[in-house]
């Protein structure tokens, strides 16, 4: 029997609450299952700085080249947000991870719940039956193309947008690879009417579409993407989209699944894979109790079913999920109109009817 090890990061904020709930779902489906998970745990973000001075200490990264999957959680911290000077900040931990394990495709899907139609702000009648993959290059883009500095005393500041063609083609690959095992249809969003970057990545893309004819392939600019999203969602299957906008579409985009709290993804390189939500680490709520951590445990899902190829396991899982939903317990930023104050739970209590039902299915 194969043992797999897992290195849970939890980061900073909710990153902390959500990932112990994704660590319980992790060790109720080896129960179930009859699989072995050891688990280790590393430090990142504000909560690495405060114990060892820096975001991302050499002792995590260690951890995260010998673990066979990382659940990670978020960072951040409002004392970095409101000081935009800081020279160490908890997300240059994330981005040098990102960085480090090579983690170039980050898989997010979005499909709404049925029972969750009425928790987002977006009709019904539009809404159902949504379910888009989103592939978003994760280390290239503005995120880390230098020059980035400040000039004239601080008075101009410039950032870098830069693509290379193997950059393109990797993450491309990969999702015209998942278009086969769908709907057959890709939409590549960039902004080439404008960028020399956005021309690179189409005309990457256009060459590419010629080995995958089964595939429709639409370019499309980011501004159309960011409107058609709500206008028709289902009208997208893959959507392919560099760093900086599938940053922003797909929080756009958690919108169609009725809140942050519901969105997970995959990071993917050639080594490990990283599994996280999408969201970060809500300094708002953190500390509440009240964060709804079905975005962790839906990550959970995606580990078992990438990482370790373990089918079943990751569909019992989404239909924990689901069937807590079904009994019509919410968490607060889920809770709709017709949401009966007992069943508004917090994070500990949603978690705990999760992990009995996986022990039930
Ligand atoms: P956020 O995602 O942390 O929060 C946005 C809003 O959604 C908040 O109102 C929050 O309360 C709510 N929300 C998010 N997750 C939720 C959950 N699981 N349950 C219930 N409500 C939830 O984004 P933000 O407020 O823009 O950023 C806060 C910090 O997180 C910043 O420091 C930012 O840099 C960082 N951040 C980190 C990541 C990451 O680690 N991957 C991603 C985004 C933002």
């Known amino acids: 029997m194969t043992t797999y090890k897992i290195l849970v990061v939890p980061g900073d904020g909710i990153g902390v609450e959500v990932t112990t709930w994704g660590r319980k ?5 080896a129960r179930k299952f ?3 998970f050891t688990f280790d745990q590393a430090l990142i973000g504000h909560t690495a700085i405060e114990a060892t001075g820096n975001p991302l200490p050499d002792e995590s990264l260690e951890k995260m080249r010998a673990s066979d999957a990382i659940l990670f959680g978020a960072v951040g911290h409002p004392r970095y947000d409101n000081d935009p000077s800081a020279k160490v900040r908890p997300e240059q931990g994330l981005l040098r991870m990102r960085k480090e394990l090579g983690l170039y495709a980050n898989l997010r899907p979005i499909k709404l719940f049925d029972e969750l139609l009425d928790a987002s702000s977006i009709k019904p009648e539009i809404l159902r039956g949504s379910d888009i993959l989103f592939f978003r290059e994760l280390t290239g883009d ?6 980035r500095e400040r000039r004239d005393n601080g008075n101009t500041a410039l950032d870098t947008m830069i693509y290379s063609r193997y950059e393109v083609e990797r993450i491309a690959r990969r999702a015209f690879d998942a278009a086969r095992t769908r709907r057959k249809k890709l939409t590549s969003v960039d902004k080439a009417n404008v960028l020399e970057s956005s021309r690179l990545w189409r005309e ?4 590419m579409s010629k080995s995958y004819p089964d595939v429709e392939v639409e370019h499309m600019f980011v501004d159309t993407a960011a409107m058609k999203l709500i206008k028709d969602p289902r009208s997208f299957d893959v959507v392919l989209t560099g760093n900086l906008f599938g940053d922003i579409l797909t929080d756009e985009a958690s919108q169609i699944a009725g809140s942050m709290g519901m969105l997970a993804s995959a990071s993917l390189g050639d080594q490990t894979g990283l599994y996280e939500p999408i969201h970060g680490s809500a300094p708002d709520i953190a500390g509440k109790g009240i964060a709804n951590p079905m975005a962790s445990i839906l990550s959970v899902a995606l580990m078992l079913d990438i990482s370790f190829e ?4 990751s569909d019992t899982v989404i239909r924990a999920v689901e069937q807590t939903l079904k009994d019509g317990y919410r968490t607060r930023d889920i809770a709709d109109n017709q949401t009966q104050i007992g069943q508004i739970l917090d994070t500990h209590q949603i978690g705990e009817k999760i992990v009995e039902k996986i022990g039930r299915l």
Not at 25 to 29: G, P, R, S, T, Y
Not at 142 to 147: A, I, K, S, T
Not at 204 to 207: A, K, L, R, S, Y
């Open 25 to 29: 779902v992790l060790e109720a489906i």
């Open 34 to 36: 009859n699989h072995t």
């Open 142 to 147: 503005v995120y880390f193309g230098q020059p």
């Open 204 to 207: 990457t893309v256009q060459e």
């Open 310 to 313: 373990m089918k079943a396991e």
